[in-house]
């Protein structure tokens, strides 16, 4: 029979540590440890597996059925002379009928856009030429027409941007713009810390050094990783539908994101299906030209 290989607690620490950025097999090389030994001690640590403390912090308060009753009858944007063009000023308010949200309202408009005579991308262009007129040397006066005859996609947008109005609000009732326990934890394990450069970021070092101050909320695996981005992402959606402003939130809490998205190049995969859904996650999130982008995937292929 083979004598049980002793393990000392460093060689214990080092296995985990090495862990985190490399294979079994490569720990196993890289220690002089059986690969069954360093098998058994990731497996007995519990440290790769989804950190359910993380996920408790990461999430987002469960949806609360209101008992306030909606009106029956939504309300008209009421009609306004703005450009003077009658035609135009028509689909200026079937715009604005449209950025309600509101399904029944929005049908309406579109039905009563099918009465107009005149073809919609002509109008287009006599409100840019009236923005053009009325804001000369004013580019963005321009620009802000581009999409004016596209009431198909404005209504795609209204409605899920009503969607989340109403998600954001069921989930955080008045409390939507308020800091997350989330957030809160980002701006006190950052206090201290001064913004540098021009964009006002902080140094990604000193974030790295903070948060990993605090071993019990850091994400474990890939999946925890995805897990707390997604959270950043529906939260900045639902603020955003309701104040495009107020919708970044605190800038310790865009410092974390970026800190877990690094990790994406640092915590090894546990199987494909997980480095699988890490590729599709950058693909879904435009981020795959960021500069991490190229260790992430290298990262995945091992």
């Known amino acids: ?11 214990r620490r080092q296995v985990l540590e090495l862990r985190r950025r490399h294979s079994l097999r490569e720990v196993a090389e890289a220690t002089g440890l059986p690969l069954g030994t360093v098998k058994t001690l990731v497996s007995r640590s519990g440290v790769f597996r989804d950190n359910d403390q993380h996920r408790a912090l990461f999430t ?15 309300e008209l944007p009421p009609q306004e002379v703005v450009t003077g063009d009658k035609e135009v ?5 079937l715009r604005s009928i449209i950025n309600t949200g509101q399904a029944a309202l929005i049908q309406r408009a579109m ?7 005149t073809p919609l991308d002509v109008l287009e262009k006599r409100y840019r030429d009236h923005l053009t007129t009325t804001s000369p040397g004013n ?53 201290g810390l001064e913004a540098t450069g021009q964009l006002g970021d902080f140094d990604k070092g000193q974030v790295a050094a903070r948060f990993n101050a605090h071993p019990d909320l ?28 107020a919708s970044d939130g605190p800038v310790e809490s865009t410092a974390r994101d970026w800190f877990v998205f690094g990790l ?3 915590i090894r ?22 500069a991490e982008a190229e260790a992430i995937l290298c990262n995945l292929i091992g």
Request: aromatic share 8%; proline share 4%; net charge negative.
């Open 1 to 11: 029979m083979k004598a049980k290989h002793r393990v000392s607690d460093e060689q």
């Open 60 to 74: 987002l308060p469960p949806i609360k059925v209101s008992s306030e009753t909606l009106p029956s009858v939504p």
């Open 89 to 93: 000023d028509a689909v200026l308010w």
């Open 111 to 117: 039905e009563a856009a099918k009465r107009i005579k």
């Open 139 to 191: 580019l963005f006066a321009a620009l802000s027409s581009f999409g004016f005859a596209d009431l198909e996609s404005l209504s795609v947008r209204a409605i899920d941007q009503h969607r989340l109005r109403l998600e954001g609000g069921a989930r955080f009732g008045d409390a939507l713009l308020a800091d997350t326990e989330a957030e809160s934890f980002c701006i006190d394990a950052l206090r």
């Open 218 to 245: 850091l994400p474990h695996t890939l999946t925890d990783c995805l897990y707390e981005l997604d959270y950043w992402d529906q939260l900045y959606r639902l603020r955003n539908a309701v104040d495009r402003d």
């Open 264 to 266: 994406l190049a640092e």
């Open 269 to 290: 995969p546990r199987d494909k299906a997980e480095a699988l859904a890490v590729f599709r996650y950058l693909i879904a999130s435009e981020r795959d030209d960021m």
